[in-house]
């Protein structure tokens, strides 16, 4: 699916490909010498990935993508986001390398940390305050259906993952911690103490600094993750001395999971034991990552490369909180729009700021329908050169379907409006009619779009509707546009012969610019100041039902009928 296309990336413009080959750069950089590094890259070059790999073992071993997932809360809109970014960029990798250099992603779950604040979006929350400070996989799960919260939520994040059909590896930071895994890097943290802090107390205000330890213990006597001191360290023994909550002087092994690290260091700690090559965080963890990267380099490991994305906005232009709850969730993008308008979303401009709220799916929809339908055509066309710089080729992981949708989401909308379709059954009446032979399961994302754009309509579009009379010269263009659609041919289909019309009706009309024509027809005819189309509207929803609907306007019955 990937091969074939090392060529094109190498030349490739979107940011995606920017990345991959960044991260190629440095993957010959940390396992090849000078002298292999160039043999490496001019077989590369030239399509030779296969045989660089089989010359130089090194690079066999798999570039590790990682992204992180707080266990102490359900997925969401930004956990999408950690994950499809980076595959994003794990596919042009794949392409740039003709899926020669092996990849995975890891998906990180910070279960192994303390319960700090209480979601608001669980039930019996009583025991997640009784277990307030203890990791999440030892705190009670308030649903009753696994062994802990963090059980839950990372049965949750799989399900979440799984669903979209992400490649990942999940791995639990209480297994890495308790089964030994971090601790060759624990021993050297604890080796290393002294400069770590170095690192960390100047981020620090005064009052923190104080108490700091990169460590935090879990006290043996009531199992929660503390805030201590570090008072003593044994190098010979792996341990350290904290006061426990009561007071009592305590000796602990840093390793075997009886400790865990701050989260700056423990993202460090992360990179330095897994290897991690690529990771993407938000714009406000640039100086975290910096500080990080330090204590990476102490742990004597080497910082990934990383991207710093822009974060989401409401419609208000506040940044997105799951505190505030303002913007929107999973559940609400996917009640009115496809996963693929989504993944679309998260690809465009991730370095720009943008706004997360409900006016924004419609517009997903159709741009990503319309770099689907761009990059369909090209294909078509035998033009395959300029393909993996589509969105779309980047939305579906390099695995583009063969078809996309004949109707666009919006005019959906305007079909629902102005045909009342409550259900996809009679939506589908004008479709079929439209489209001769066309079936939910012929147009399976067409049907799915239609299911969107009902929900979408009852609960948005609906509510906000305003019908206003046409004025004089209104009434007159729309009366002569009446008369034009009635001279066309019976049962006319043609959206192109149709708009023409609809442009003539609007000249004749004296309409300055012409846009404010379209603007008059969508207001006094759907309630609405834009929308898709006219002519397409038409050809869809029936010539004689369109002028009917334009008689329903010019008699008032559409203001009369609106809610008051």
């Not at 049965?155 to 895994?181: I, K, V, W």
């Not at 496809?338 to 929809?365: G, H, N």
């Not at 004025?471 to 149709?498: F, H, N, S, Y």
């Amino acid at each position: 699916m990937l091969q074939g296309l090392s060529h094109q990336a190498r030349e490739a413009k979107s940011w995606p490909f920017a990345e991959a080959r960044t991260l190629l750069a440095r993957i010959l950089r940390l396992r090849l010498d000078d002298a292999e590094r160039d043999l490496a890259a001019s077989l590369i070059g030239e399509g030779k990935a296969y045989e660089a790999v089989a010359t130089f073992p090194q690079l066999a071993r798999p570039v590790v993508f990682q992204c992180g997932f707080g266990a102490s809360g359900l997925p969401h809109m930004g956990t999408f986001g950690e994950a499809a970014r980076p595959t994003m960029v794990r596919t042009a990798f794949r392409a740039l390398t003709e899926d020669a250099i092996p990849s995975k992603l890891i998906v990180f779950s910070d279960d192994m940390d303390g319960l700090r604040k209480i979601p608001d979006n669980v039930p019996n929350r009583h025991i997640l305050e009784e277990d307030r400070d203890k990791p999440v996989t030892r705190v009670r799960d308030p649903f009753g259906e696994h062994e802990s919260f963090g059980a839950h939520n990372n049965a949750r994040l799989r399900t979440f993952l799984d669903g979209f059909g992400f490649d990942y590896e999940f791995m639990s930071a209480t297994e890495c911690y308790t089964s030994g895994r971090f601790d060759p890097v624990l021993l050297r943290a604890l080796e290393r103490f002294d400069a770590i802090m170095k690192i960390m107390l100047p981020t620090l205000g005064e009052e923190r600094r104080a108490t700091y330890s990169p460590f935090l213990p879990i006290s043996p006597k009531t199992g929660k993750v503390l805030q201590a001191p570090t008072l003593e360290r044994n190098l010979e023994k792996g341990t350290i001395v904290f006061p426990d909550e009561d007071g009592t002087l305590t000796e602990a092994p840093v390793t075997g999971g009886h400790v865990k690290m701050q989260w700056r260091p423990d993202w460090a700690l992360r990179w330095t034991a897994l290897e991690v090559d690529y990771e993407m965080s938000g714009k406000d963890l640039i100086d975290s990552v910096k500080v990080s990267s330090q204590v990476c380099r102490v742990l004597g490991g080497t910082p990934p490369e990383t991207f710093h994305y822009e974060l989401f906005m409401d419609e208000n232009n506040q940044k997105i909180s799951k505190s505030k709850g303002n913007g929107l969730t999973m559940e609400e993008w996917l009640r009115y729009g496809a996963p693929e308008s989504l993944t679309y979303y998260m690809y465009q401009s991730p370095k720009s700021a943008k706004r997360l709220y409900f006016d924004v799916i419609p517009k997903a929809a159709d741009e990503y329908l319309q770099q689907l339908d761009a990059l369909l055509r090209k294909r078509a066309e035998g033009d395959n050169s300029a393909q993996i710089d589509n969105p779309a080729w980047h939305v579906h992981r390099g695995n583009p379907p063969d078809k996309g949708s004949p109707v666009s989401f919006s005019l959906l909308l305007n079909l629902v409006s102005a045909g009342d379709a409550s259900t996809k059954e009679i939506l589908w009446g004008f479709l079929s009619r439209y489209l001769p032979g066309a079936t939910p399961e012929s147009e399976p994302l067409l049907d799915r779009l239609a299911g969107y754009a009902i929900n979408y309509y009852e609960d948005f579009v609906r509510p906000a509707k305003k019908f206003r009379l046409a004025t004089d010269q209104e009434r007159a263009a729309m009366e002569d546009l009446v008369r034009r659609l009635e001279a066309l041919p019976a049962g006319c289909k043609d959206a192109e012969l149709i708009q023409n019309e609809v442009y003539e009706a609007g000249k004749a009309g004296g309409f300055e610019p012409l846009r404010s024509w379209f603007q008059a027809l969508y207001e006094v005819l759907l309630g609405q100041s834009q929308g898709p189309r006219f002519g397409s509207f038409a050809a869809i929803f029936g010539v004689e039902r369109t002028i009917a609907l334009i008689r329903k306007g010019l008699a008032g019955e559409l203001v009369a009928g609106q809610p008051a």
